[in-house]
């Protein structure tokens, strides 16, 4: 699976918008680009999931460009309730074979 | 519905004794995986089950071991438990052609001391 590589942290005002990159060079044809959000002594809570191109739910966008090396996560209007960790992972096929690989994650702080 | 459920929550065990931690997926999802997630760190794969059978494996010592029951859950244990043993234990739970991807328990704190 591929490799990615995110921020380590980031920090933002209450209502602004967060993008958060992650690098994943060696995608491959069938991999797709998860995002999950973690809270302290919780378990991991998928946010979206894409394959290509713009995905929007009630929660976060996800842009990928087309050559797909890289993804965007974007949180619109952040408030205290999304500070996290999150964590960009490739994963094999819509569903993702087998194990999910994480990182280190982004810990986003959200000041007041 | 009822999430995935992790038991116990938290648990302090001795350096050498024995473990076991039990995981009830979200009913419907047959494949239940185990992670490790020392503090600080990212959730590290430890198993995956699928319709009762091991699917995959990651890098741990014999020490860890796991089994899927026929209702789809699933237990982990772990043997000669060592100080760095301590962490939290997440299952996931899925279910093929789900669009959501994995759905995790809280956990289980382990601490050995």
């Known amino acids: 699976l591929a490799k990615t590589t995110q921020p380590i942290s980031m920090d933002s005002y209450e209502g602004q918008e967060v993008n958060i990159t992650c690098s994943h060079n060696?995608?491959?044809?069938?991999?797709?680009i998860t995002w999950y959000q973690q809270f302290p002594s919780q378990g991991p809570r998928f946010i979206i999931q894409?394959?290509?191109t713009k995905v929007t739910n009630e929660v976060a966008s996800l842009f990928i460009p087309a050559d797909r090396k890289s993804s965007t996560l974007s949180l619109p209007r952040v408030s205290l309730s999304d500070t996290a960790v999150y964590y960009c992972?490739?994963?094999?096929?819509?569903?993702?074979?087998?194990?999910?690989?994480f990182g280190t994650g982004t810990r986003l702080t959200v000041i007041p | 519905d009822a999430g995935v459920t992790q038991s116990p929550t938290h648990l302090i065990k001795t350096r050498g004794q024995h473990v076991t931690l039990r995981c009830s997926p979200i009913s419907g999802h047959k494949s239940v995986s185990w992670y490790q997630q020392v503090l600080g760190q990212g959730p590290q794969f430890i198993f995956q089950y699928y319709e009762k059978e091991e699917r995959g494996r990651g890098n741990f010592p014999d020490r860890f071991s796991a089994r899927q029951f026929p209702n789809y859950s699933s237990e982990l244990n772990v043997n000669a438990l060592l100080l760095g043993d301590s962490a939290l234990y997440l299952c996931?739970?899925?279910?093929?052609?789900?669009?959501?991807?994995?759905?995790f328990g809280s956990g289980t704190r382990l601490t050995v001391v």
């Open positions: 894409g394959y290509k």
């Open positions: 996931a739970s899925s279910s093929p052609g789900t669009e959501y991807g994995y759905t």
């Open positions: 992972l490739v994963v094999l096929g819509q569903t993702g074979a087998n194990n999910l690989f």
């Open positions: 060696n995608i491959a044809t069938n991999d797709y």
